[in-house]
T-cell receptor
Framework: SAVISQKPSRDICQRGTSLTIQCQVD?????MFWYRQQPGQSLTLIAT?????????ESGFVIDKFPISRPNLTFSTLTVSNMSPEDSSIYLC??????????FGQGTRLTVV | LAKTTQPISMDSYEGQEVNITCSHN???????ITWYQQFPSQGPRFIIQ???TKVTNEVASLFIPADRKSSTLSLPRVSLSDTAVYYC?????????????FGSGTRLLVRP
């Protein structure tokens, strides 16, 4: 099973600023995924981060707002740009281990004030 | 469009067996059925996966009828610590564009 380290675990940010969330995996994985989970809600996929190519964004999410980096097979970052209170949420990264399901980080709890 | 439908919530008592049914009428031939458990303030955790008939592991059983249009997660003798949200997902892991799409999940509350 993959072990995922996600940082920071939580942050309180001023509106208009940006926050970069890091996701480190203990093994090489092809695809990494970024999700958002608002309080009491299910997870919503933001984008798929592929090493060596642009991330693939889901409907309603754009690169300018959520730029993603994937410099190698064990690491990815998600930036939440120009934040507003509506961006307050939990952000999770995950990796897929085919045949064993997906593994998730503990999440980053973001509060924008 | 969600590919699965589950009850929003369920209540149970300690020691009981809990069965959560998920509908997936449009499941594709190559799709697997996977269940995840999520505790508050944690990411989802893989519970069990199956393709057809019955799968059992140390945590749960998964029952899938022949038409595969539904599946039932069975948790034997639940305890208070099984209070969580349970998600049913379907998808083809071998598809290069495969990605996890979460539905609303079932919020299970286990009472003493």
């Amino acid at each position: 099973s993959a072990v995922i380290s996600q940082k920071p675990s939580r942050d309180i940010c001023q509106r208009g600023t940006s926050l970069t969330i890091q996701c480190q995996v203990d093994s090489q994985v092809t695809m990494m995924f970024w999700y958002r989970q608002q309080p009491g809600q299910s997870l919503t996929l933001i984008a798929t981060a592929n090493q060596g190519s642009e991330a693939t964004y889901e409907s309603g999410f754009v690169i300018d707002k959520f730029p993603i980096s994937r410099p190698n097979l064990t690491f990815s970052t998600l930036t939440v740009s120009n934040m507003s209170p509506e961006d307050s949420s939990i952000y999770l990264c995950s990796v897929e281990d085919r045949g064993s399901g997906a593994f998730f980080g503990q999440g980053t709890r973001l509060t924008v004030v | 469009l969600a590919k699965t439908t589950q009850p929003i919530s369920m209540d149970s008592y300690e020691g009981q067996e809990v069965n959560i049914t998920c509908s997936h009428n449009n499941i594709a031939t190559n799709d697997y059925i996977t269940w995840y458990q999520q505790f508050p303030s944690q990411g989802p955790r893989f519970i069990i996966q199956g393709y057809k008939t019955k799968v059992t592991n140390e945590v749960a059983s998964l029952f899938i009828p022949a038409d595969r249009k539904s599946s039932t997660l069975s948790l034997p003798r639940v305890s208070l610590s099984d209070t969580a949200v349970y998600y049913c997902l379907v998808g083809d892991e071998k598809d290069s564009s495969y990605k996890l799409i979460f539905g609303s999940g079932t919020r299970l509350l286990v009472r003493p």
